[in-house]
């Protein structure tokens, strides 16, 4: 069983327009977050959000906008596409603190902006 | 700011060579700490994770790291390495109690057989 899917894995797409990605977990955890690694591998942390509220909103510009319907579900919107956006883009999933949790991660969707 | 170094950006290895790899981390209050492994094309698996308890971690497929308190360090190791290692190595770190993850820059490793 696949503990965190992402769905498309991969995503070609033109500037301008405006694409999603899913993530589901099926591990039972409250907690979910999407980072962003560029060309030379930087993970960096972009949302988290917990039982569906948004906790964590590092410097992203707003055309990117997550959505968590519920809990086990946490998915990236992103509009006006740049090709600066271009990147791998990994979902993850925790259980809460002050458990032992451990980031699970998503497979990754490779984005390619033209 | 809480910050993640990695000082070795590329590391070569021969197959059966030792291995170490460098984690450092600014922060003074409790933190939790892990090694993430990425193998070609797939997603980051968890290696080891400190919490608590006896500073020396093992993990999976031979890796251990041991945490340093008074360094901030929290350095990989693998006494002998083999070409399936070859991967690209993430050390992470977490306040205690709180969500954000801080991720270092990766060491690229790659070992010939």
């Known amino acids: 069983d696949t503990a965190v899917s992402q769905t498309p894995k991969y995503l070609v797409t033109q500037m301008g327009n405006d694409k999603s990605i899913k993530c589901e977990q099926n591990?039972?955890?409250?907690?979910m977050y999407w980072y962003k690694q560029d060309s030379k591998k930087f993970l960096k942390i972009m949302f988290s959000?917990?039982?569906?509220?948004?906790?964590i909103n590092e410097t992203v510009p707003n055309r990117f906008s997550p959505k968590s319907p519920d809990k086990a579900h946490l998915n990236l919107h992103i509009n006006s596409l740049e090709l600066g956006d271009s990147a791998v883009y990994f979902c993850?999933?925790?259980?809460?603190?002050?458990?032992?949790?451990?980031?699970?991660f998503g497979p990754g969707t490779r984005l390619l902006v033209l | 700011a809480q910050s993640v170094s990695q000082h070795n950006h590329h590391v070569i290895l021969s197959e059966a060579a030792s291995l170490e790899l460098g984690c450092n981390y600014s922060y003074g209050g409790t933190v939790n700490l892990f090694w993430y492994v990425q193998y070609p094309g797939q997603h980051l698996q968890l290696l080891l994770k400190?919490?608590?308890?006896?500073?020396l971690v093992k993990g999976i497929k031979g890796f251990e790291a041991e945490f340093i308190k008074s360094k901030f360090s929290f350095n990989l190791r693998k006494p002998s390495v083999q070409w399936s290692d070859t991967a690209e190595y993430f050390c992470?770190?977490?306040?205690?109690?709180?969500?954000?993850?801080?991720f270092g820059t990766g060491t690229r490793l790659k070992v010939l057989a």
């Open positions: 400190y919490f608590s308890g006896d500073p």
């Open positions: 993850a999933s925790s259980q809460d603190p002050p458990f032992q949790e451990t980031q699970y």
């Open positions: 591990l039972g955890h409250d907690t």
């Open positions: 959000y917990n039982n569906k509220e948004l906790i």
């Open positions: 992470a770190v977490k306040n205690s109690g709180t969500y954000k993850y801080i």
